[in-house]
């Protein structure tokens, strides 16, 4: 399980990090951050990069920071909260790739690494036995 911690605790500060310069280059510059054209917008319901680079700077930066954080200092409910900021990352991929209306490698990326983190998060909650592993075991010894 120790391992499980370190990769979750590396998937958060990379994702964090990543996300927090991203979205520090969508507010200092939302009309072309780190290179990307405004044109990638006309299909969102935003004119420039700068409510995007909020959101991706404190939800999925930050969030993602905050959940390293926690799982290092192994708070009891750091399962749920690395869970919640692990599913706003796959959100906001599956968003971004609507909006402007394509796939790239990167949302790949970062699609997968969000359901690892879910999976890895889940596994946390399911070690602790927190609310639901309890009613998922029980269903599933009740059918063996």
Do not use: D
């Amino acid at each position: 399980m120790k391992r499980l911690y370190s990769v979750l605790f590396a998937l958060h500060l990379f994702v964090g990090i990543g996300a927090m310069a991203g979205g520090l280059a969508a507010i200092l510059n939302p009309q072309e951050p780190l290179g990307a054209p405004i044109e990638l917008l006309q299909n969102s319901p935003f004119n420039n990069f700068l409510i995007p680079g909020i959101i991706l700077f404190t939800v999925i930066g930050l969030g993602n920071v905050i959940s390293a954080i926690i799982l290092g200092l192994r708070f009891k409910f750091q399962g749920y909260v690395s869970v919640v900021f692990s599913g706003a990352l796959v959100i906001w991929i599956i968003v971004q790739c609507i909006m402007i209306n394509s796939i790239v490698f990167l949302h790949v990326l970062f699609f997968i690494i969000g359901l690892t983190q879910s999976v890895l998060s889940a596994l946390i909650i399911f070690e602790q036995r927190l609310f639901p592993s309890k009613l998922i075991l029980n269903f599933y010894n009740r059918l063996r």
